[in-house]
Nanobody
């Protein structure tokens, strides 16, 4: 069993910052890729960023330069640093974990419950 737990969401004014944390625990031997996704009200869930156990990362163009993904040395905790937040970043942010290859083909296997981020003046 794998557990994925997100934290760090909240309300912030435009231009503000938040750091989201994702902790993956349990039988994590098969996990080599942890990612962040978000879903705004009335919209489809979209990929935001991902990082592999080797440290390779990518961030969607729409947030590049404002969001950064990182991980701890153990590789079971991933952070999403979000700076210069905009109202359009308002969404529920989900952490997902899995094997990179399987994620590409079938999607991420393990998902958290999400943490809400609200950007509003």
């Amino acid at each position: 069993q794998v557990q994925v737990v997100e934290s760090g969401g909240g309300s912030v004014q435009p231009g503000g910052s938040l750091r989201l944390t994702c902790v993956v625990s349990g039988s994590i031997g098969s996990i080599n890729d942890i990612s962040w996704h978000r879903q705004a009200a009335g919209k489809q869930r979209e990929f935001v960023a991902a990082i592999t156990s080797r440290g390779s990362s990518n961030v969607v163009n729409s947030v590049k330069g404002r969001f950064a993904i990182s991980k701890n040395n153990a590789g079971n905790t991933v952070y999403l640093q979000m700076n210069n937040l905009k109202t359009e970043d308002t969404a529920v942010y989900y952490c997902a974990a899995g094997d990179s290859m399987k994620a590409m083909l079938f999607g991420y296997e393990y998902w958290g419950q999400g943490t809400r981020v609200t950007v509003s003046s």
